[in-house]
């Protein structure tokens, strides 16, 4: 459609359909932009090493990279760790978040509960996350349990502390519409209280998410078999830095996607805010 | 009917601030009530309303006392206090948790045709006006046909030509299946120009100072003599009021 054609087009059921394609190109050009930087940064980089102004040896160049990836999908080795940590953080996430709602819906809602557990959380906050690790040990050996357990507790506090504090921010003035309209505790906690916590609780998933992703790599260097943690040992150990920069990619791509992914689902449940847009977004 | 009972209220800090209110609003009656602010204008509609249990006396709808919250009585705050997260219909639905959903879209439906604001039943609170806000708060409370509305200064947020327009909405809601309303506003104009009655408060504690009945036919004509001078009289009684109250009401004590 030509520009002229797009301009007369407005009075009738044309500007819908234009703006629909407008949509469209902005759907696709967004999450294309965000890969401009790394794509250059490529380039650039792989220029660089094959004019010898880097030192492929220490740094090497994407090239080499995608090959060590080829190599390894084929073996089936990339697909494997890939699992074993995806596999780690779902389940460390799954348990740190269901814990962080369960304590942190009950320390929202309830005084006397905030009174009695929010102090003894709040101090356990303050106690570096890598220092359970002697213990976890010690309780779960090394195994699986034990890694599940410290990504656990990574993700744990920032569900548990975003999810009380927003609970804790709700506006009493539309929780006493709840109970002009005669609802239950139940039924506020629900209606009310819930959705109106939802924006602070989806933070605290997003964040506890990136938390997941650091631990699941400490988890790994406390001694793994498989996973993308292992691989950076792995390369360190053989002194192949291509496979420990594989592993640094997928980290990177993988965390990206995963958090975009929470990211799509936050802006679909909290499309009612009234928030502010950053000049020049849709 | 609507009975207020020497109902006084004093919360937990040990302030007075609605002492021996006696009151009845005759079914189906528009009362106005002004004061100054912090007189117990709010305390007294939220003590009718039953989110505030009173610390003596009683209020008594159709001869039933309040113990709480209650779908025969609506209230409008001076805020909207729409779920931004709910439609504008489902926020009206709010009020009708218990009905059987199509029942429930009927009645949510035909409100929000009466407030004026069907083509916006999908639309989110935060893309509505601060007058289609309020219209949608009233419509919530209107949706279970309570005996009596309750409004605390419902359009005082508002500018004058929304103010005037809600106003004229308001007796046409009121005129459908008139409920008992009491309207508190420190627009001595939209008291005059809506109540069967005007009560004037007075604070310190919070008591119902004086009373006038408006016997005019509505619409009323802002500029009659008869309006001017009702004008002029509620002015002198808020000026009365506003001293302390010397002692309390004869015989009472709290
Ligand atoms: N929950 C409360 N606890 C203590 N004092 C209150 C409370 N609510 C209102 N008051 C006091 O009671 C008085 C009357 O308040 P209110 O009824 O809101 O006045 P108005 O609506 O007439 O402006 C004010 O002095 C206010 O500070
Ligand atoms: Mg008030």
Redesign the pocket.
């Known amino acids: 459609m030509s520009q002229a054609e797009l301009l007369l087009s407005e009075s009738g059921p044309g500007p819908r359909r234009a703006a629909g394609f407008a949509l469209l190109g902005e759907r696709l050009w967004r999450p294309a932009s965000a890969l401009l930087l790394p794509l250059a940064g490529a380039i650039g980089w792989e220029a660089g090493a094959e004019q010898g102004l880097i030192d492929a040896h220490l740094l090497p160049p994407p090239s080499q990279l995608l090959a060590t990836f080829a190599a390894l999908l084929a073996k089936g080795e990339a697909v494997q760790h890939i699992a074993a940590t995806g596999q780690r953080v779902a389940l460390g996430f799954f348990f740190g978040m269901a814990a962080g709602t369960v304590l942190g819906a009950t320390t929202g809602y309830f005084d006397l509960a905030r009174r009695l557990l929010d102090p003894s959380v709040q101090a356990l906050r303050s106690v570096p996350p890598l220092a359970w690790v002697p213990l976890f040990i010690l309780w779960f050996g090394i195994f699986e349990t034990s890694k599940v357990m410290l990504i656990a507790v990574g993700v744990f506090f920032p569900v548990y502390l975003n999810l009380a504090g927003a609970m804790h921010g709700v506006d009493r003035k539309l929780v006493e519409v709840g109970r002009v309209h005669g609802l239950s505790h139940a039924r506020i906690i629900r209606r009310v209280l819930l959705p109106a916590a939802l924006p602070g609780y989806l933070i605290g998933l997003r964040s506890g998410l990136g938390l997941g992703w650091m631990f699941v790599v400490a988890a790994e260097f406390m001694g793994a078999s498989e996973g993308l943690g292992f691989l950076l040992v792995d390369g360190q150990m053989m002194g192949r830095p291509t496979t420990i920069l594989v592993a640094i990619v997928l980290f990177a791509v993988i965390g990206k996607s995963t958090d975009f992914a929470v990211a799509i689902v936050s802006a679909r449940l909290l499309r009612w805010q009234d928030a502010f847009k950053p000049s020049g977004s849709a | 009917m609507l009975e207020l009972d020497l109902v006084a209220k004093r919360?937990?800090?040990g302030?007075l601030?609605?002492a021996a209110a006696s009151l009845v609003v005759r079914e189906s009656e528009l009362v106005a009530i002004v004061?100054?602010?912090?007189?117990?204008?709010?305390?007294?509609?939220?003590l009718i309303a039953g989110l505030?249990r009173p610390s003596a006396g009683q209020v008594r709808l159709a001869g039933r006392p309040i113990e709480g919250p209650s779908p025969e009585i609506g209230i409008v705050f001076q805020e909207p206090r729409l779920m931004p997260w709910l439609s504008v219909a489902d926020n009206v639905r709010f009020g009708l948790a218990a009905r059987p959903r199509i029942e429930a879209d009927k009645a949510v439906r035909e409100v929000l045709r009466r407030v004026g604001l069907e083509d916006f039943a999908k639309a989110w609170p935060r893309e509505l006006s601060g007058g289609m806000a309020q219209r949608v708060a009233i419509a919530r409370a209107l949706v279970t046909r309570p005996k009596a509305l309750l409004l605390?200064?419902p359009f005082s947020a508002l500018d004058a030509f929304t103010r005037l327009d809600l106003q004229d909405h308001l007796i046409a809601l009121w005129n459908h299946d008139r409920p008992t309303m009491v309207l508190?506003t420190h627009d001595i104009d939209e008291a005059i120009a809506l109540g069967d009655r005007v009560l004037v408060?007075g604070?310190r504690p919070?008591r119902i100072y004086r009373e006038l009945s408006i016997a005019a036919p509505r619409p009323r004509d802002r500029t009659a003599p008869a309006f001017v001078q009702a004008k002029r009289a509620i002015l002198d009684d808020l000026r009365l009021a506003r001293r302390p109250a010397a002692e309390p009401a004869d015989g009472y004590a709290i």
Do not use: I, P
């Not at chain 2, 117990?40 to 939220?46: D, E, N, P, V």
């Open positions: 919360f937990a800090n302030h601030a609605v004061g100054g602010s912090g007189c117990g204008k709010s305390t007294l509609l939220r505030e605390d200064e508190v408060m604070g919070g």
